[in-house]
């Protein structure tokens, strides 16, 4: 899932045909990359989003989409221009890697939150693995988008941010950190614990939990903190998540992966072994032959040229994450919230693995079941190993 340098090298050859196009319009216009393909943090088939910077009383929509069409650069029909949107923008399809474009004008606010997010990916090493494996989780359930239900990618990232901040075991800011463990929290807290209906998610200072009418005296308009409350940490009195209709469903989904997870990695998943052909991670996230495909013919297309320059942060690795059960979190590490703590949510539903024992005895009953048990926190460590990508490793 993480980039490869074929992949920023097609997409940089992209951005540079609108660029011309821009520049052929507006020579003293400035084309600006944001988002996801700017820190790194992109999907084999995520959009690429441009901004233009210049001076217009009104943003020139309809005269750069006639030029992107006397050009053809984009597929047929592909080409939207939505000027009604809260930030207008044109929507295209480039007809050569059918990489899909999203250009706005004279928008600051995503150059800022990009440059804010690479600073975060230097302070938390183990932030784009996270990521990945959590967009293309959404991604697969539709719910990477705020107007399909979903959360959009900035959301997820503070979600990951405010996670690694607020950790009370592991240090994040260390690259070897348990990524598998770290993956596993994540969908303990935000699909069990977090409440939702009173508390808002703050990055700013270091990061902490606060009631939702701290967040609202900051607010202007009479709007109200949204279910999934997160402070924007670039501009103050502005609710990130306030879209996020389907934050539930998100929790739903969350949760769903801490259960599979969890169950998977408990000793006594031996008694059920995984397929031959699925890894454990292979549970909850899947890549289809189609995307294997395009991946294959972009290395075919884009291998023998330049890539020395590229906008990732990452080499060309395979994430493979190997899961197995390696040590027994002491009694004492599993810290249960409280009722009253931001994290609590009024019925967390904790699965007993007791009676799954049942049949074992004496020691070896009481050994097990402190595995079984320390599992919800979990009792198992994922060990991360990055493999060179190779058309030969580049399988589901």
């Known amino acids: 899932m993480s980039p490869r ?20 319009l507006w020579p003293t216009a400035d084309v600006q990359i944001f988002g996801s ?33 006397k050009h053809n650069v984009a597929e047929p029909f592909s080409i939207k221009v939505l000027d009604k949107a809260t930030v207008p923008i044109i929507k295209l399809t480039d007809e050569e890697t059918e990489v899909k474009v ?38 697969q359930r539709d719910l990477n988008e705020v107007f399909t239900g979903g959360i959009s990618s900035y959301s997820l990232i503070l979600m990951v941010i405010s996670f690694l901040q607020l950790h009370p075991r592991i240090d994040a800011r260390n690259p070897s950190e348990n990524l598998g463990v770290l993956l596993i929290e994540f969908f303990e807290l935000y699909g069990r614990h977090f409440n939702y209906l009173k508390t808002g998610i703050r990055i700013k200072n270091g990061g902490a939990y606060i009631a939702k009418e701290e967040i609202m005296k900051a607010m202007t308009n009479g709007h109200r903190p949204s279910m999934l409350c997160i402070e924007d940490p670039l501009l103050p009195g502005n609710d990130v998540g306030r879209g996020s ?15 599979v997870l969890s169950h998977a990695v408990s000793p006594l998943a031996r008694s059920y072994p995984n397929k031959d052909c699925e890894s454990t991670l292979g549970r909850i996230i899947r890549l289809t032959q189609e995307v294997i495909d395009y991946r294959e013919w972009i290395i075919k297309k884009w291998g023998g040229r330049d890539l020395t320059r590229t906008d990732n942060r990452g080499k060309n690795v395979q994430i493979a994450l190997h899961i197995f059960v390696y040590q027994i979190y002491r009694e004492d590490s599993v810290s249960p919230h409280s009722a009253d703590s931001p994290m609590s949510i009024s019925s967390p539903q904790q699965h007993s693995s007791a009676s799954s024992v049942s049949s074992l005895s004496g020691s070896d009953n009481v050994r097990m079941h402190r595995m079984a048990t320390a599992c919800r926190s979990p009792a198992v460590l994922f060990s991360a190993c990055e493999v060179r990508a190779s058309r030969s490793c580049d399988s589901p």
């Open 245 to 259: 209709y389907g934050a539930m469903h998100v929790k739903q989904v969350f949760d769903y992966a801490y259960t």
């Open 37 to 69: 393909f700017s820190t790194g943090l992109y999907l084999p088939t995520s959009d690429i989003d441009l901004v233009v910077f210049g001076k217009w009383d009104r943003p020139p929509l309809q005269e750069l989409e006639q030029a992107l069409r």
């Open 102 to 139: 999203d250009i706005s004008f004279n928008v600051e606010t995503g150059v800022k939150a990009a440059s804010f997010i690479k600073d975060y990916v230097k302070k938390y090493p183990v932030l784009p693995y996270l990521i990945f494996v959590l967009k293309q989780f959404l991604l």
């Open 5 to 24: 340098p074929e992949e920023a090298a097609m997409r940089k050859e992209v951005v540079n045909r609108i660029e011309m196009i821009i520049k052929e």
